[in-house]
T-cell receptor, first 114, second 113 residues
Framework: GAGVSQTPSNKVTEKGKYVELRCDPI?????LYWYRQSLGQGPEFLIY????????DSGLPNDRFFAVRPEGSVSTLKIQRTERGDSAVYLC????????????FGQGTRLTVV | GDSVTQMEGPVTLSEEAFLTINCTYT??????LFWYVQYPGEGLQLLLK?????DKGSNKGFEATYRKETTSFHLEKGSVQVSDSAVYFC????????????FGTGTRLQVFP
Protein backbone atom coordinates (compact mmCIF):
# COMPACT_ATOMS: atom_id res chain seq x y z
CA GLY A 1 0.00 0.00 0.00
CA ALA A 2 0.90 3.65 -0.18
CA GLY A 3 1.24 4.21 3.55
CA VAL A 4 1.49 2.48 6.90
CA SER A 5 -1.65 0.48 7.57
CA GLN A 6 -2.84 -0.53 11.02
CA THR A 7 -5.64 -2.91 11.85
CA PRO A 8 -8.05 -2.85 13.48
CA SER A 9 -8.68 0.87 13.71
CA ASN A 10 -10.64 0.32 16.92
CA LYS A 11 -10.57 -2.53 19.40
CA VAL A 12 -12.66 -2.91 22.53
CA THR A 13 -11.72 -5.77 24.83
CA GLU A 14 -12.50 -6.92 28.32
CA LYS A 15 -10.01 -6.68 31.13
CA GLY A 16 -7.85 -9.76 31.27
CA LYS A 17 -8.21 -10.67 27.59
CA TYR A 18 -5.43 -11.04 25.02
CA VAL A 19 -5.22 -8.70 22.01
CA GLU A 20 -3.15 -8.46 18.86
CA LEU A 21 -2.61 -5.28 16.89
CA ARG A 22 -1.26 -5.43 13.36
CA CYS A 23 0.97 -3.07 11.41
CA ASP A 24 1.70 -3.21 7.67
CA PRO A 25 4.65 -0.89 7.00
CA ILE A 26 5.50 0.83 3.75
CA UNK A 27 6.92 -1.72 1.32
CA UNK A 28 10.70 -1.90 1.52
CA UNK A 29 10.99 -0.13 4.86
CA UNK A 30 13.34 -2.04 7.12
CA UNK A 31 12.78 0.00 10.28
CA LEU A 32 9.51 -0.33 12.19
CA TYR A 33 8.45 1.36 15.41
CA TRP A 34 5.58 0.98 17.85
CA TYR A 35 4.47 3.92 20.00
CA ARG A 36 1.65 4.33 22.52
CA GLN A 37 -0.31 7.54 22.85
CA SER A 38 -2.46 8.04 25.91
CA LEU A 39 -5.16 10.70 25.99
CA GLY A 40 -3.69 14.19 26.08
CA GLN A 41 -0.13 12.94 25.78
CA GLY A 42 2.45 12.64 23.07
CA PRO A 43 3.39 9.26 21.63
CA GLU A 44 5.74 7.17 23.80
CA PHE A 45 8.23 4.78 22.26
CA LEU A 46 7.64 1.08 22.82
CA ILE A 47 9.84 -0.97 20.50
CA TYR A 48 11.99 -0.71 17.38
CA UNK A 49 12.65 -3.39 14.76
CA UNK A 50 15.42 -3.37 12.19
CA UNK A 51 14.43 -6.16 9.84
CA UNK A 52 13.17 -9.12 11.81
CA UNK A 53 14.92 -8.37 15.07
CA UNK A 54 13.81 -6.16 17.93
CA UNK A 55 16.83 -3.86 18.19
CA UNK A 56 15.41 -1.81 21.06
CA ASP A 57 12.51 -2.91 23.26
CA SER A 58 13.33 -0.58 26.14
CA GLY A 59 9.94 1.13 25.96
CA LEU A 60 7.80 -1.94 26.56
CA PRO A 61 6.15 -1.26 29.93
CA ASN A 62 6.18 -4.84 31.25
CA ASP A 63 6.26 -8.47 30.18
CA ARG A 64 2.59 -8.46 29.19
CA PHE A 65 3.65 -6.61 26.04
CA PHE A 66 5.41 -8.38 23.20
CA ALA A 67 5.93 -7.66 19.50
CA VAL A 68 7.10 -9.72 16.56
CA ARG A 69 8.10 -9.13 12.97
CA PRO A 70 8.89 -12.63 11.70
CA GLU A 71 9.48 -11.84 8.02
CA GLY A 72 10.77 -8.31 8.36
CA SER A 73 7.58 -6.74 7.07
CA VAL A 74 4.27 -7.01 8.97
CA SER A 75 4.51 -6.59 12.74
CA THR A 76 2.12 -7.65 15.48
CA LEU A 77 1.97 -6.09 18.93
CA LYS A 78 0.60 -8.53 21.46
CA ILE A 79 -0.80 -7.61 24.86
CA GLN A 80 -1.63 -10.31 27.39
CA ARG A 81 -3.98 -9.99 30.36
CA THR A 82 -5.05 -6.52 29.33
CA GLU A 83 -5.65 -3.88 31.99
CA ARG A 84 -7.73 -0.70 31.85
CA GLY A 85 -4.51 1.30 31.94
CA ASP A 86 -3.54 -0.21 28.58
CA SER A 87 -6.28 1.83 26.91
CA ALA A 88 -4.57 4.14 24.42
CA VAL A 89 -3.91 4.67 20.74
CA TYR A 90 -1.15 2.39 19.51
CA LEU A 91 0.81 3.88 16.64
CA CYS A 92 3.08 2.16 14.18
CA UNK A 93 5.69 3.92 12.06
CA UNK A 94 8.17 2.76 9.45
CA UNK A 95 11.21 4.24 7.76
CA UNK A 96 13.85 3.23 5.24
CA UNK A 97 16.24 2.45 8.08
CA UNK A 98 18.83 4.97 7.00
CA UNK A 99 19.88 7.40 9.71
CA UNK A 100 17.82 10.58 10.07
CA UNK A 101 15.23 9.63 7.47
CA UNK A 102 11.55 10.38 7.94
CA UNK A 103 9.36 7.96 9.85
CA UNK A 104 5.87 7.55 8.37
CA PHE A 105 3.06 6.90 10.83
CA GLY A 106 -0.10 4.90 10.53
CA GLN A 107 -3.41 6.19 11.83
CA GLY A 108 -3.22 3.99 14.86
CA THR A 109 -5.34 1.44 16.66
CA ARG A 110 -7.50 2.80 19.44
CA LEU A 111 -7.57 0.15 22.18
CA THR A 112 -10.21 0.38 24.88
CA VAL A 113 -10.10 -2.06 27.79
CA VAL A 114 -13.38 -2.24 29.69
CA GLY B 1 16.77 11.29 30.45
CA ASP B 2 15.94 13.14 27.28
CA SER B 3 12.67 15.08 27.25
CA VAL B 4 10.65 17.64 25.33
CA THR B 5 8.47 20.36 26.83
CA GLN B 6 6.01 22.31 24.75
CA MET B 7 3.45 24.94 25.57
CA GLU B 8 0.02 23.76 26.57
CA GLY B 9 -2.92 24.45 24.36
CA PRO B 10 -5.26 25.06 22.97
CA VAL B 11 -3.88 27.98 21.05
CA THR B 12 -6.75 29.89 19.50
CA LEU B 13 -6.07 32.36 16.71
CA SER B 14 -7.88 34.24 14.01
CA GLU B 15 -6.97 33.59 10.41
CA GLU B 16 -3.83 35.47 9.26
CA ALA B 17 -2.54 35.86 12.82
CA PHE B 18 1.08 35.12 13.74
CA LEU B 19 1.73 31.77 15.40
CA THR B 20 4.38 30.72 17.90
CA ILE B 21 4.37 27.37 19.66
CA ASN B 22 7.21 27.07 22.15
CA CYS B 23 9.30 23.93 22.48
CA THR B 24 12.32 23.31 24.67
CA TYR B 25 14.28 20.12 25.09
CA THR B 26 16.65 18.34 27.44
CA UNK B 27 19.24 16.04 25.92
CA UNK B 28 22.66 14.73 26.84
CA UNK B 29 24.07 14.94 23.33
CA UNK B 30 23.21 16.59 20.04
CA UNK B 31 19.73 15.52 19.02
CA UNK B 32 17.85 16.02 15.80
CA LEU B 33 14.67 18.04 16.33
CA PHE B 34 11.29 17.66 14.66
CA TRP B 35 7.82 19.09 14.46
CA TYR B 36 5.05 16.63 13.63
CA VAL B 37 1.44 17.58 12.88
CA GLN B 38 -1.74 15.58 13.33
CA TYR B 39 -4.71 16.85 11.35
CA PRO B 40 -8.19 15.74 12.46
CA GLY B 41 -8.77 12.12 11.51
CA GLU B 42 -5.27 11.64 10.11
CA GLY B 43 -2.00 10.11 11.24
CA LEU B 44 1.08 11.98 12.41
CA GLN B 45 2.99 13.68 9.62
CA LEU B 46 6.45 15.18 9.67
CA LEU B 47 6.16 18.94 9.25
CA LEU B 48 9.82 19.96 9.45
CA LYS B 49 13.11 19.01 11.03
CA UNK B 50 16.59 20.30 11.87
CA UNK B 51 19.58 18.09 12.51
CA UNK B 52 22.16 20.48 13.96
CA UNK B 53 22.51 23.76 15.80
CA UNK B 54 21.42 26.91 13.91
CA ASP B 55 19.68 24.85 11.22
CA LYS B 56 16.27 26.16 10.20
CA GLY B 57 13.59 23.71 9.17
CA SER B 58 10.75 25.01 7.02
CA ASN B 59 7.67 23.66 5.28
CA LYS B 60 4.21 24.98 4.30
CA GLY B 61 5.06 28.43 5.67
CA PHE B 62 6.11 27.04 9.07
CA GLU B 63 9.64 27.55 10.38
CA ALA B 64 11.66 26.47 13.39
CA THR B 65 15.30 27.17 14.23
CA TYR B 66 17.48 24.81 16.27
CA ARG B 67 18.82 26.95 19.14
CA LYS B 68 21.42 25.04 21.10
CA GLU B 69 22.16 27.92 23.49
CA THR B 70 18.53 28.05 24.65
CA THR B 71 17.75 24.35 23.91
CA SER B 72 14.71 25.46 21.96
CA PHE B 73 12.96 24.72 18.67
CA HIS B 74 9.97 27.07 18.58
CA LEU B 75 7.50 26.69 15.73
CA GLU B 76 6.41 29.87 13.92
CA LYS B 77 4.16 30.85 11.04
CA GLY B 78 3.56 34.36 9.87
CA SER B 79 -0.07 33.99 8.79
CA VAL B 80 -2.13 30.99 9.85
CA GLN B 81 -5.05 29.56 7.93
CA VAL B 82 -8.11 27.66 9.10
CA SER B 83 -6.61 24.57 7.47
CA ASP B 84 -3.66 24.75 9.90
CA SER B 85 -5.97 23.70 12.75
CA ALA B 86 -4.37 20.53 14.12
CA VAL B 87 -2.30 19.16 17.00
CA TYR B 88 1.42 19.94 16.76
CA PHE B 89 4.06 17.77 18.42
CA CYS B 90 7.66 18.72 19.04
CA UNK B 91 10.05 15.76 19.15
CA UNK B 92 13.72 14.86 19.37
CA UNK B 93 15.82 11.92 18.33
CA UNK B 94 19.22 11.35 19.86
CA UNK B 95 19.88 7.68 19.28
CA UNK B 96 21.54 7.51 15.88
CA UNK B 97 21.28 3.74 15.73
CA UNK B 98 17.51 3.61 16.24
CA UNK B 99 16.18 7.11 15.42
CA UNK B 100 13.47 6.59 18.02
CA UNK B 101 11.52 9.74 18.79
CA UNK B 102 10.76 11.40 22.12
CA PHE B 103 7.67 13.57 21.85
CA GLY B 104 6.24 16.48 23.76
CA THR B 105 2.64 16.39 24.90
CA GLY B 106 1.29 18.22 21.86
CA THR B 107 -0.31 21.63 21.35
CA ARG B 108 -3.73 21.97 19.79
CA LEU B 109 -4.08 24.91 17.39
CA GLN B 110 -7.52 26.22 16.51
CA VAL B 111 -7.77 28.84 13.79
CA PHE B 112 -11.06 30.66 13.25
CA PRO B 113 -12.11 32.59 10.14
Amino acid sequence: GAGVSQTPSNKVTEKGKYVELRCDPISGHTALYWYRQSLGQGPEFLIYFQGTGAADDSGLPNDRFFAVRPEGSVSTLKIQRTERGDSAVYLCASSSGLSNTEAFFGQGTRLTVV
Amino acid sequence: GDSVTQMEGPVTLSEEAFLTINCTYTATGYPSLFWYVQYPGEGLQLLLKATKADDKGSNKGFEATYRKETTSFHLEKGSVQVSDSAVYFCALSENRSTDKLIFGTGTRLQVFP
